[in-house]
């Protein structure tokens, strides 16, 4: 039985498995290594994942969800023609594509994987995800944080001597720095931290603003198929200034049409004060672990935005040394949790590497401190367990009651950095009974338990009557019980995902959509002409004639994509 | 356990046998297979090193101190951190001890900075920006530099030229950075600083002073929202006031303005409405020309009710900035207060002329229409302000027309199945059904009560027995026949007596039945029967007559026949003939001898009428109608209720 | 006597009208003010609840509330943070408040109409309340008749002086509705409401505003 690990990504998602050589990716029905992590509905009521429904982000935006992971753990719902889906309905559906592709690739069933999570998850998100993976029929044995299978990606080729290296992860809506150290074939991560509001779409937000603001379009009452398009455009420069040193975007809304460049200077004044905002987790990941930059023998860069080339730049201003990269950035991470699977089944061909991980943020609870003129002041946050404290990891701490008479302690959990707990993240409550006694004499041991997978249990034990009471947060309760899991498999089930072998033809029709869109008047009657043909021939179910149309519609809107672009 | 025995070591500060002691331990004790015993032997290894480390730094601290003696040329690179007196680390930073302290004093061996460059700038293609003329190398000339740059006004507020410094090398360094921040925290501990908001987003990116405040223990203390770090959280989190237009004059005291505005906007946010307008007057006294000022000054009026005194200040807000929505608004808000339609209308039109999508003063208009007892064009408004706000039409017509179909498919489900409205289905129909069912008999009876009038003879032939009849009849006459009842002997429905002659032999005849009459109708004579109750007589000619026809038996033909052609052998009127009268009986025989000179016997119908009551009774009594007057309040009730509760369930769609 | 009593029942049942008519998903349908007298105890025990009241001590701690307190306390607090910035900053400010943030809705809310609104803010909403629970307590024998009877008068002479007429008096009753319990997409709260205006300003009350109650 195989099994595969999944990078599990905001834009994109990828599939892979362990070989003798190593890990490999696997390859879509489309032959792409990336897998777009974008939804749609098709109008038979059939589910399109992947480069099909990113094309279908323009032409039928009402149908289409796209950069749901970061809703993960959330009530978020989106409505899709006459369906609503959570974002782990949408990240099932991307999971089961993956999950097909495998199985067609390796021909055989696929029911185990390892599924990476940005370290930053906290409880809810992680739950969710695993949720996602029920859903899609895959058993998920372990989550693995981003980074450290990126680092685990890497740290097969620096196995030679003791390193300390950072991974510096900026993807399309996230930034996560991780800090690790192997040595001994351990791989040990010492510290994370990040940004969850930081990515490669608020460089492109950038551009964006200042073509909207410059040319005094009013964005909020566009239509979404002209944001959609200008979303394009602003990317489309991006990658240009990534490439050379001037990028253009241009709009056109009916009469008008706007057009800017931006050359590399400006792009670098637009993104300063992004920019500023890279280092402070970098900072605070480096003290966690006690470094200086110069104690740190490499900085890996994993992500896609990491490609944009004044990141290198900045690295290095940090860290006084470039920074590697030869792995694919878009690809370390599934090959990393590729890796891990088979660490996990301890695979002979692995030369054995333990793997900790650490916890991201701290847990604790809230409490009320003595004040020094005597009273008693609540909304204090006591921690139990701290911030980078390595997985598996179980503290207890012992409280008391507060007010004479009390016959419950109730203890919240939260999680957050602050002394206050207002500031802080709420997770959960749990209550237990405690005999009726004079403040402070009954006491309860509160022990938090976080699992290898990020995963929270609480168990309170009162102290004089040994009673326990045990709760594992959640933050949707009633959903993650097998039958609810199974009553909403049940209500996917009729949904089917387009199948594999149409997938190319009708990805060719969607594309053709989306240039009809964003072109004009000759152009368009010139797309539609092929649109008509093509479905024609379709519909003639002669496999011949179609394998000879699409290879020329292909071609054709190469050509007319490349026309597009100038 | 000690964490030696743990690690399987004796005690070292060697950090790579550690760390092979670790790795050797943690193949036995496994993360996935023993959580325990891992995160005891992770604690081991932790504070395993921990030590170490300690250990090598006190060796470092005695390794450099001989290294700093020799070189003096060092000494310039030295980052003058005791220019500034106050620095204590410590107190800031209290995650850092001892080893951060030492480092401080000294640079760190690895990084002289200034000898680097040089590989920095290979590393940039194109560096406009930073060039040597404010790039700051060093703390203290950073932190001037900060301060300069905040004393001079027009650059406090230039976002460009923050955004440059903050981008200085010395920014760069992480260990320096700590430094500039905890400066920077010092600074603000001391002054209040006024920067424009999108400044202090700025410092917030590349200093992270937000966290560190938060975790800090000095915030915990503190709970007067006017202290520093409320203060600095209140920058972050809510818009700011703008600095621009204090560049219009000289000679204002920037910081006592903006201090006193700050204040009269604090006070104004927790509504300390006296404070406010005192600090916000003050404000004013020294610059009157700020927008934003006005604006507050405005809102503090409005909140006293000191309508006038707004009105000014708002037109003054006008004046400055014409194109800003915010006095136009404010303005229309305050006619209105104050009652003045008029006014407000023309404000709202003017507002919607140069806003037109503005759904605020498209309500308040309709109200205005309103109260000018236009009501018509007020909804017009207020469609207008529906189409507005709503930019997606469709959706939001879609979605109630949606929601009421599901609500009415799911409702007209739920009618049908309402406890209530079953019952009183039921109860309706079955009330419905009664009373149908009553009114067709009452209908059926009265139809049959009513007598079928004739008035020909042919009529009378075809007349039907069961049929009820009203006969005219003329002349109606005693002719002293009654009907009795069947007697011992008789095999059919009875016989005829003389009436005086029954009544004399009453012991054996018994009441009658019925009493024989002889009437006229239409030229014929007819036989009339009576209940002998029945004054018949005092029936008035001419009227009619009710009752059912029946066919002359022979019997009764041959006693009317007898009785009319006998007379008594006496003359009329004298008692003898009365006695006679007594004396004679039909029934017993026939008399022959008393048959006189045939008087004329005239034609008798064959026909004679029975007169009597509707066979079938009359319905209309007490019970009946109390009954159906039951049956109809029950029907109208659950009518009532039916719709009641349907008007009830369509009414909460 | 019995035509002040007739007129006083008018009132009321013209003050409630929007209270049971108005979006807000109807989990209770009790329809009209006249309608509480005949409609079942259920019902009523269920619209009590929603509003937390499950006995005399709740019941009255309720009332207190809307008369001294009520929704518009909240209101005129949050409108107090708002009013003290400027149009764009307040559209600004509440785009920036995090998704989960409690309060981030009724922010809008209040964004949305304390300006269009009267001096007397939402007190119509709280007002409303007040009569239409005083008229289920007395069914539920959660207070005497004559009690409810003087305090839904005073309310209403209360509500009497502080707004208009029935046009302003509803447009705060529906905003305050909005208020207590926002729609799930709060864009489109202001067309929601406009036309709940619309239609509560089709109806004409059968008593005028302004008629004397006493």
Redesign the interface.
């Known amino acids: 039985m195989a099994k595969i690990g999944i990078d599990l990504g905001t834009s994109n998602s990828l599939v892979a498995h362990w070989t003798e050589q190593g890990p490999v990716i696997i390859p879509n029905s489309l032959g792409n290594h990336l897998t777009p992590s974008v939804v749609s509905l098709d109008d038979n009521d059939e589910i399109l994942v992947g480069q099909i429904a990113k094309e279908r982000l323009i032409t039928h935006p009402q149908l289409t969800a796209s950069t749901f992971k970061r809703y993960m753990g959330t009530d978020k719902q989106y409505p899709l023609g006459k369906y609503t889906f959570t974002p782990e309905d949408l990240s099932s559906f991307v999971l089961r594509s993956l999950k097909d592709d495998a199985e067609a690739y390796l021909s055989e069933e696929i029911e185990e994987a390892v599924i990476s999570v940005p370290a930053y998850f906290n409880d809810a998100q992680r739950k969710a995800t695993l949720r996602a993976a029920s859903l899609a029929g895959l058993h998920v044995e372990r989550l693995i944080s981003e980074p450290t299978a990126a680092a685990v990606s890497y740290g097969l080729h620096l196995q030679e001597a ?1 390193t300390q290296f950072l991974v510096f992860d900026l993807g399309g809506g996230t930034f996560d720095v991780s800090v690790l150290e192997l ?4 791989m040990q991560v010492q510290s994370i931290a990040g940004d969850n509001y930081l990515g490669g779409e608020d460089f492109t937000g950038v551009l964006l603003s200042y073509f909207v603001e410059s040319n005094g379009i009013d964005y909020a ?1 566009l239509s979404s198929k002209a944001q959609s398009a200008l979303i394009k455009q602003a990317e489309l420069c991006k990658l240009a200034l990534g490439n050379g040193n001037a990028g253009e975007m241009v709009f056109t809304e009916g009469e008008q049409t706007y057009q800017l460049t931006v050359d ?2 400006q792009y ?2 637009l993104t ?2 992004l920019l ?2 890279l ?2 987790p ?3 990941a ?2 966690d672990a ?1 470094l ?3 104690d740190l023998d490499a900085v890996i860069l994993i992500g896609g935005a990491t490609r944009m080339p004044f990141i290198k ?1 900045i690295v ?3 860290f ?1 040394r ?1 920074p590697y990269s030869q792995i694919n950035p878009d690809e370390a991470v599934a090959l990393g949790a590729a890796i891990q699977v088979a660490l ?1 089944d301890r695979d002979a061909s692995l030369q ?1 590497m ?1 793997l ?1 991980d650490v916890c991201p943020f701290t847990l604790g609870t809230s409490i009320s401190i003595r004040m020094p003129n005597g009273g008693y002041e609540g909304g ?1 946050f006591d921690p139990i367990i701290e911030r980078n404290t ?5 503290k207890v701490q012992r409280y008391t009651t507060l007010h004479p008479f009390q016959d419950k302690i109730r203890i919240t959990v939260y999680q957050g ?4 707990v207002e ?1 802080n993240v709420k997770l959960g409550e749990l209550d237990i009974p405690v005999p009726v006694a004079a403040a402070g004499e009954e006491e309860v041991d509160v022990r938090y338990t976080y ?2 997978n990020g995963v929270l249990e609480v168990e309170l034990t009162a102290v004089s009557t040994r009673q326990k009471r045990t709760v594992i947060i959640e933050k949707n309760p009633g959903q993650s019980s097998p039958e609810q899991i199974q009553a909403r498999l049940e209500e996917l089930k009729h949904l089917k995902i387009h199948p594999r072998d149409r997938s190319e033809n009708r990805l060719l029709l969607a594309r053709g959509e989306r240039l009809y869109e964003e072109s004009l008047h000759e152009k368009r009657d010139m797309i539609a002409n092929l649109l008509i043909d093509f479905e024609r021939v379709l519909a003639s179910q002669d496999e011949q004639e179609i394998k000879k149309k699409a290879v020329l519609f292909k071609q054709k809107l190469d050509s007319l994509e490349r026309w597009l672009e100038f | 356990m000690t964490i030696w025995e743990r690690l399987s070591i004796s005690r070292t500060a060697d950090i ?1 046998a550690i ?2 002691a ?3 331990q ?2 036995v004790y ?3 297979d023993d ?2 015993g ?2 005891a032997l ?1 604690e081991a290894f932790d504070a395993a090193l921990s030590f170490a ?1 300690r250990e090598a730094s006190r060796e470092e601290v005695v390794e450099y101190e001989e290294l700093r003696d020799d070189d003096e040329s060092q000494s310039d690179i030295e980052p003058q951190t005791l220019l500034v007196p106050r620095i204590n680390l410590s107190q800031l930073n209290h ?2 001890i001892q080893p951060e302290d030492n480092e401080q004093l000294m640079p ?1 061996p ?2 002289p900075l200034h000898a ?1 460059q040089s ?2 700038q290979h ?4 560096e ?2 930073s060039s040597s003329e404010t790039d700051y190398n060093t703390v203290p000339e950073f932190v001037e530099a900060i301060i300069a740059l905040y004393e001079h006004f027009p650059s406090r507020i230039s976002k460009d030229k923050w ?1 440059e410094l ?2 200085s090398s010395v920014m ?1 360094n ?2 320096f ?2 430094q500039i921040r905890n400066q920077l925290m010092f600074i603000l501990e001391d002054r209040k600083l006024f920067l424009p908001t999108e400044i202090w ?2 410092l917030e ?2 200093l ?1 002073l937000e ?1 560190t405040i ?4 000095d ?2 203390d503190d709970h007067n929202p006017n202290s520093i770090w409320s203060y600095y959280l209140r920058q972050l ?3 700011g006031l703008r600095y621009e237009f204090l560049l219009q004059t000289d000679g204002l005291d920037y910081d006592q303005f903006l201090q006193l505005r700050d204040q009269g ?1 604090a006070a ?4 300390d409405l006296k404070q406010a307008e005192t600090y916000l007057k003050r404000a004013f006294a020294l610059f009157a020309d700020d927008p ?1 000022l006005l ?2 000054l405005g ?1 503090c009026c ?1 909140r006293t ?1 000191q309508y006038e005194a707004a009105l000014a200040y708002f037109d003054q807000l006008i004046r400055l900035l014409p194109e ?3 006095g136009h ?1 404010y303005k229309a ?1 305050i006619w ?2 104050m ?1 003045q339609t008029s006014q407000t209308a023309e404000q709202c039109q003017y507002i919607l002329s140069k806003w037109p999508k503005n ?2 003063a498209v ?2 208009l309709s ?1 205005c229409r ?2 000018l007892g236009n ?1 018509g064009e ?2 017009e408004l ?2 207008k ?2 189409q507005l ?3 997606n039409q469709s959706t ?1 017509e879609e ?1 109630p027309n949606l929601v009421k179909a599901n609500r009415a498919n799911r409702r007209n489900w739920k009618l049908l199945f309402n406890k209530n409205i079953l019952l009183h289905m039921i109860i309706m129909l079955v009330t419905s059904a009664l009373i149908i069912g009553c009114i067709n008999y009452y209908w059926n009876i009265s139809i049959q009560n009513t007598p079928f009038i004739v008035t020909s003879l042919n009529d009378l032939e075809l007349i039907n027995e069961q049929e009820y009849t009203a006969l005219s009849v003329t002349n109606l006459q005693d002719i002293n026949i009654n009907h009795y009842a069947g007697g011992v002997n008789s095999f059919d429905s009875g016989f005829y007596e003389n009436s005086a002659y029954a009544f004399r032999h009453f012991d054996e005849y018994g009441n009658p039945t019925y009493r024989v009459y002889l009437g006229e109708f239409n030229g014929q004579h007819i036989i009339v029967f009576a209940d002998p109750a029945t004054d018949v007589l005092s029936i008035q000619s001419g009227t009619a007559i009710k009752g059912y026809v029946h066919a002359v038996s022979s019997r009764l033909e041959s006693a009317v026949t007898h009785m009319l052609r006998w007379k008594p052998s006496n003359p009329e009127g004298t008692p003898e003939a009365k006695l006679e009268l007594y004396n004679k009986s039909i029934a017993i025989g026939f008399d022959t001898d008393y048959e006189s000179n045939s008087v004329p016997v005239p034609e008798i119908n064959q026909k004679y009428i029975e007169i009597s009551d509707p066979k079938t009774k009359s319905p209309v009594n007490k019970f009946n109608i109390a009954t159906l007057g039951l049956i109809i309040a029950i029907w109208i009730r659950s009518l009532y209720y039916l719709v009641f509760e349907y ?3 369509r ?2 769609l | 006597m019995l035509g002040v009593r007739l007129h006083q029942t008018a009132f009321y049942e013209s003050m409630t009208s929007t209270l049971f ?1 108005v979006a807000p998903v ?1 989990l209770e ?1 009790l ?1 009209s003010y006249q ?1 509480i007298s005949t409609c079942s105890k259920s019902t009523l025990t269920s619209w009590l609840l929603v509003r937390g009241v499950t006995d005399s001590i709740s019941f009255n701690r309720k009332l207190k509330w809307l008369l001294y307190e009520g929704h518009r306390a909240e209101f005129a607090a949050l409108a ?2 708002l ?8 559209k ?2 509440i785009n ?1 408040l995090a998704e989960q943030d409690k309060q981030k809705n009724k922010l809008i809310c209040v964004d949305q109409f304390m ?2 609104l ?2 007397a803010s939402i007190a119509a909403f709280d007002f409303a309340q007040l009569t239409a629970l005083y008229k289920i307590g007395s069914r539920m024998r959660l207070t005497g008749r004559k009690e409810a009877r003087s305090f839904s008068l005073e309310a209403a002479q209360i509500a009497q002086s502080k707004y ?2 029935w ?2 008096y509803y ?1 705060a009753c529906i905003a305050g509705s909005y208020f207590e319990s926002p729609p799930a ?1 709060l864009s ?1 709260l ?2 929601r409401y ?2 709940k ?2 239609e509560a ?2 109806v004409h009350p059968p008593i005028q505003w302004d008629r004397k109650l006493k």
Do not use: C
């Not at chain 2, 938060?214 to 223990?217: A, F, G, N």
């Not at chain 2, 104004?268 to 509504?271: E, H, I, R, W, Y």
């Open positions: 003791d040595f001994e074939g351990i009452n590399r200077n670098e004044q300063a004060q500023l905002r280092r402070n970098i900072e605070r480096l003290r006690s200086m930059p110069q730049t290095s201003k940090i006084g470039l996990k054995e333990i900790t204090h390595p997985i598996p990891v179980s950095e602050s002394r206050k500031n699992d290898i | 790579k760390k092979r670790y790795a050797k943690l193949k496994h993360p996935e959580p325990r891992y995160q992770r480390k995650e850092h760190p690895r990084i680097n590989i920095w590393v940039f293609e194109t406009g920006s955004l903050l981008n760069w992480i260990d950075k700590l987003r700025l990116s590349s992270d966290n938060q975790e800090s223990i915030f915990d989190k809510y818009p906007y104004l946010s927790q509504n934003d604006r507050l809102e409005m009710a800003e929505i915010d608004l808000r209105y207060y009652g759904s605020d309500i308040l109200h309103m109260s009501p007020a909804e207020l469609n302000a529906v706000s709503d930019r939001l979605q008007r009830k369930i009414g909460t | 008519k109807q349908r329809g309608n107090q943070i009013s003290t910035m400027s149009e764009a900053g307040r600004q400010y920036s300006n269009i009267t001096p208009n007429s046009h302003e447009s997409d489109s202001k067309p406009v036309q205006l619309l300003t089709r």
